[in-house]
């Protein structure tokens, strides 16, 4: 099966993101990447999703250490009877899918996906581990290739020499736009990567994306964007999501907001990239997950504040759509106002597959 994450950078490709074998699931550490290059591995679902609520991977790692997770339990509860497999396994599906609240329903997607294909495999007498492995790849080329049609429309809207500011880590879209643009030969585009406290997704892995595939890239400070946008001339802001609501609103890391209200005053365009997630109707749907508070008073694990003083971190944040200037799709860019339409068109989500 040919693999759609090739000629991508190596924290992009299927097994260094998070991967079952031999009874384990190991995933890359991108707490600590790229000034190293570890793996946590774990030995059974509860781990995984242990991985998981300690941000071991963000963005769109989670879906397939999702998946992985899933194949994990199916090699745990390989010795029971059938209806006990599929009870372990449908308690294991919702329990990795609610490993974190914010994108609990995207990740339903993936586990429900794993569980059908889990009980096909029991029917037919298959290896249902190495079942999910496989529908695993299928769903990640996929949602491969759906990104990099999104990469090719967001391509269109940045000059060949002009200068794009990314928003945390949009993982499989920072790859296919840097490889969108090089085959548009738009090389000498440049990137601003807002360092994205308190886990760095920016500095460490945006930055280090682009820079694997080529590109231009520097990294400021999360208090840099609005001067860096008319300094440097910016183009256009971006962001992927971790859920773009029917009604237009974007959930995405805690940040994006006041860079989308810097973008509207020095007049240049915040482009989102994903489907419209027909699971969060309105942003009411969404439940923004509260993280360890003293997280925000430290630096790569250097205490930066005085004892006795509070801390405050909200891991997402809200941005209204009158601040969002299109959504990027795999199938062009919508109005935030106009969200239906993307399945009205006979368009499916990001994270819905049919296999």
Known sequence: MERADRELAFMLRYENIAWFSDGKVKILDRRVYPRKQE??????????????????????????????????????CKNMSGEKQRKYLQKAAVEIAN?????????????????????????KGENISDAIMDYTVKINNMRYNKVYKMAQYLADMIPAHGAVMTQCFGETIVGQLCRALKEQGK??????????????????????????????VA??????PAFVMKKEKVDVFTSAADAICMDGHVVNKVGTFQIAIAAKYNRLPYFVTGAPDKVHPTVDTVTIEMRDPKFSLQAMGVKTAADGVKGYYPAFDITPPELVSGVVTDTGIYTPYDLERYYTDGNMGEYEMVI
């Open 99 to 123: 490993a974190r609240p914010t994108t609990a329903k995207r990740m339903g997607l993936i586990t429900s996906g794993c569980l059908d294909t889990a009980f096909k495999a029991m029917d």
């Open 187 to 216: 090389d000498g585009v440049r990137f601003f990567c807002p360092e994205t406290r308190p886990y760095f997704q920016g500095a460490r892995l945006t930055a280090t994306v682009c820079c694997d595939m080529g590109m231009d």
């Open 219 to 224: 990294v400021i400070t999360d208090n840099m």
């Open 39 to 76: 793996f946590v591995i774990c030995e059974n679902y509860h781990e995984v999703i242990q991985a998981l609520r300690d941000m071991v991977t963000q963005s769109a790692g989670p879906y397939t250490a999702a998946a992985s997770a899933m194949a994990l339990a199916a090699f745990e």
